[in-house]
């Protein structure tokens, strides 16, 4: 059975979520431990996606360089290129990282 609070999806036979929500009263009864370990997860996930966004943009300048021989260090347009086409990760990881961060107070 699916949660109607928070989405997750239950035994049948479950009294209550792990979020809180009893199914039997369909009353929520908020469960601080869950909104931590999901604080916890969130705010790893978003650190590995910071990682993985400045490496693509380290890797991406590289293959720029290698491929065409353009030195991004004498051009600012090939390094906004480059980080523009990270910057996506990036800015999801730090935003889902301060998600985490607000979830564990």
């Known amino acids: ?10 035994p049948d036979n479950s009294e209550k979520c792990d979020c809180g929500y009893n199914f039997k009263s369909n009353d929520i009864n908020i469960n601080r431990d869950y909104f931590v370990r999901k604080g916890n997860k969130l705010k ?5 996606l910071m990682i993985i966004g400045f490496a693509f943009a380290v890797f991406l300048g ?10 991004l260090g004498k051009s600012i347009g090939g ?3 480059v980080f523009a086409s990270s910057g996506g990760l ?3 990881g730090y935003r889902i ?7 564990r107070k």
Do not use: H, S, V, W
């Open 1 to 10: 059975m699916k949660c109607p609070k928070c989405g997750l999806y239950n």
């Open 44 to 48: 790893f996930e978003g650190i590995f």
């Open 62 to 71: 590289r293959a720029m360089n290698y491929l065409t021989g353009f030195d």
């Open 79 to 81: 390094a906004i290129f």
């Open 90 to 92: 990036i800015f999801q």
């Open 97 to 103: 990282f301060k998600i985490g961060l607000m979830l």
